[in-house]
């Protein structure tokens, strides 16, 4: 086992839950699937997505990584409420929700997103890339549903696989570099300069 780590990280697990649920709601926004894939989804959206997300965000809190505790933790919730809303509507729980309302929240999370890409300056060009493509994605599929646009929530699915994609490949990085004990798949410097080292792990914030 690489001698690097006194701790796992749970950076990738967090990358993998993200970019997964991510991947599958971004092909049904594009389009190339249809609602019943957004319904197979759902228990994905809530255990994987969600509780998995949410999980790492407290592990990330004893490794003391405020920006993974922050993101995980958010983005974990945030596919809890997708889930959540999806299924109490579908059931008749709630009342129909409009689609600007799912465009306002859309909205405050793309600004949301757009808070956690400022940070990325300090951490790496991977995950700068992966969040600067998210706050689009946001705002695209928040736009759509504003001003009744299919086609610009077609283009936020398109641009969500981006970010799917993008995620997936932080997640295999740091997780083969981990194994491998040296740098296998780059995730390049801070755009900004690096940041101060901190020993043992590699993590989301580190690298």
Same mark, same amino acid.
């Given at each position: 086992m690489p001698a690097n780590t006194t701790t796992g990280n749970p950076g990738p697990l967090g990358l993998a839950a993200f970019s !997964? %649920? %991510?991947?599958l709601l971004? !092909?049904?926004n594009a389009g190339i699937f249809g609602i019943? !894939? =957004?319904m197979a989804l759902i228990p994905l959206a809530l255990v994987f997505g969600g509780f998995v997300q949410l999980l790492v965000g407290l592990l990330e809190y004893q490794e003391g990584n405020t920006f993974g505790l922050t993101a995980f933790t958010s983005y974990g919730a945030f596919w809890i409420w997708f889930g959540l809303l999806v %299924? *109490?509507?579908h059931n008749g729980w709630l009342p129909s929700v409009g689609t600007s309302a799912i465009g306002m929240v859309l909205l405050v999370w793309g600004v949301f997103t757009v808070g956690m890409w400022i940070s990325t300056f300090k951490l790496n060009w991977a995950l700068w890339s992966v969040f600067l493509v998210l706050s689009v994605t946001f705002f695209l599929l928040a736009f759509g549903d504003l001003f009744g *646009? #299919? &086609?610009l929530t077609r283009y936020g699915g398109y641009l969500g696989l981006v970010t799917a994609a993008g995620a997936f490949y932080v997640s295999v990085? =740091?997780? %083969?570099n981990w194994s491998f004990d040296r740098e296998v798949l780059p995730l390049g410097d801070a755009p900004l300069g &690096?940041? #101060?080292s901190t020993p043992d792990s590699v993590s989301v914030a580190d690298d």
């Open positions: !997964l %649920t %991510t991947v971004s !092909l049904v019943e !894939l =957004e %299924t *109490m509507t *646009m #299919p &086609s990085a =740091e997780v %083969t &690096s940041t #101060p």
